[in-house]
């Protein structure tokens, strides 16, 4: 079936390194994809958001990468600090639905001060 | 602006009863949709909301439910609660007729049936 994985579970790094989390994709006729940030006792925060017609997205210190070709997503964090220390999760859309996303299990994010 | 808001932000049920859960969504915000997150099955999609009927639905049994008023606000019911209904409920928004428009979810309402 439909589903979106990721690679790594817990991701912990250094205050000030970058961070990369990753993300796999089944359903090659996805064509919108988004990245949340969870942190505890609170609902997902929307980070940013790239659609299939793109290969690159930047935002405030987080880049979003795309590749169609191996159905892989990630989320680049520059310059991580405590406040970024949370669960992320990537989730695609199919073409065709608006309100239904189907969400990865997440990865916690670990910064170290 | 207003964020997505949810009520109440705690619950405790017992087995068997029903509940129902409110969500106001972002001002101007039209569809509305609702997730399960839970530590076994992650975030599940329930269903969606526009202009007062349901757009699209997940794989749930007949027990969860939903509507749409036309203030665009959103209540979820679950009857006949059974202990595996414990979870976080969340609503989110997004703009309707845009299609590539971000969903914007709620704190959500922890839902705890003994």
């Known amino acids: 079936g439909e589903s979106v994985g990721l690679h790594l579970p817990t991701l912990s790094v250094q205050e000030g390194d970058n961070s990369i989390i990753n993300c796999a994709y089944s359903n090659s006729a996805s064509d919108y994809f988004i990245w949340y940030k969870q942190e505890s006792g609170k609902g997902p925060q929307f980070i940013i958001d790239i659609r299939s017609n793109m290969d690159k997205r930047q935002g405030q210190r987080v880049t979003v990468l795309l590749n169609k070709t191996v159905k892989h997503l990630s989320l680049q964090i520059a310059a991580t600090q405590p406040g970024d220390s949370a669960v992320y999760f990537c989730?695609?859309?199919?073409?065709?639905?608006?309100?239904?996303?189907?969400f990865g299990q997440g990865t916690t994010l670990q910064v170290k001060p | 602006k207003a964020g997505v808001t949810q009520t109440p932000r705690y619950l405790i049920k017992t087995r068997g009863q029903q509940v129902t859960l409110s969500c106001s969504p972002i001002?101007?915000?039209?569809?509305v949709s609702w997730y399960q997150q839970t530590p076994g099955q992650g975030l599940q999609f329930l269903f969606e909301?526009?202009?007062?009927?349901?757009?699209n639905k997940g794989n749930f049994p007949g027990r969860f439910s939903g509507r749409q008023f036309s203030n665009s606000r959103s209540e979820m019911n679950v009857s006949t609660l059974e202990l595996g209904d414990s979870a976080l409920y969340l609503c989110a928004s997004s703009l309707a007729g845009n299609y590539n428009s971000p969903l914007h979810f709620g704190n959500g309402t922890r839902l705890t049936v003994t």
């Open positions: 909301y526009f202009s007062e009927t349901q757009r």
């Open positions: 989730a695609e859309r199919g073409a065709g639905n608006t309100g239904k996303l189907i």
């Open positions: 001002s101007g915000h039209r569809s």
